[in-house]
């Protein structure tokens, strides 16, 4: 297992169309996290999983927003009715089970571009 | 307010100076975290620490718990070090990021 995984590194979209992105966690991690950060900013967080269970989601993540994970491995996140103001890179990350004390393990994020 | 400030934002230094970029947090923690961000790119982490001081190469990290205080130093830098430094706290079930340190390295 090299690291956490992310699918497309790359997304040009008309505004509109659906997309998904897929995280690929590092395999013995229980917990997974979804950020999204646009320019000039530093990531903000979406939402995270224990396991399959979707434990917490930011007000930030609309109803055109929607992430499973559902047999607590890898992720995906769908942006429905894609709008200009979605463009960012979207990262995911994960860490040990319980343990928020260790180290972050990052994707390298999935850019999106609604044109 | 966010919970983690980073200073400064931008920062160009020439070839071979000492770098330092401070990292300053409001919330409680279980630990720090210091990652970088290359133009394009995703993100690495450099450092997880919640105490003291680690090394690694060029890199010098260090925080106080106390002062909620945490930098980032570069010895002898590099072009290749150019790149964006992010700051981000463990705390509760969340991690919380400062908004990055913009770093460029002039040859």
């Known amino acids: 297992d090299t690291g956490v995984s992310q699918n497309p590194r790359h997304k040009i979209t008309k505004r509109g169309q659906n997309v998904t992105f897929r995280c690929d966690p590092i395999?013995?991690?229980?917990?997974l996290y979804w950020y999204r950060q646009t320019l000039g900013q530093g990531p903000e967080f979406l939402t995270y999983?224990?396991?399959?269970?979707?434990?917490?989601k930011s007000r930030l993540l609309s109803d055109r927003f929607s992430a499973e994970r559902p047999k607590g491995s890898f992720s995906t996140l769908e942006i429905q009715r894609t709008e200009q103001g979605d463009s960012a890179m979207y990262l995911c990350?994960?860490?040990?089970?319980?343990?928020?004390?260790?180290?972050?393990?990052f994707g390298q994020g999935t850019r999106l571009t609604v044109v | 307010k966010n919970e983690v400030e980073q200073s400064p934002q931008n920062l160009t230094a020439q070839e071979g100076e000492f770098i330092t970029i401070n990292c300053s947090y409001s919330?409680?923690?279980?630990?720090l975290h210091w990652l970088q961000q290359h133009p394009g790119g995703g993100i690495v982490s450099l450092f997880m620490?919640?105490?003291g001081k680690k090394k690694h190469g060029r890199l010098i990290a260090t925080i106080n718990i106390q002062e909620k205080h945490s930098s980032l130093h570069i010895t002898a830098s590099h072009p290749r070090d150019s790149a964006v430094y992010i700051c981000?706290?463990?705390?509760?079930?969340?991690?919380?990021f400062g908004t990055g340190t913009s770093l460029t390295v002039i040859p």
């Open positions: 919330v409680g923690i279980s630990a």
């Open positions: 395999s013995e991690h229980n917990r």
């Open positions: 990350a994960s860490s040990f089970p319980g343990q928020m004390n260790t180290e972050a393990f």
């Open positions: 620490l919640s105490s």
């Open positions: 981000a706290v463990s705390s509760g079930n969340q991690f919380y």
């Open positions: 999983f224990q396991n399959e269970a979707q434990l917490e």
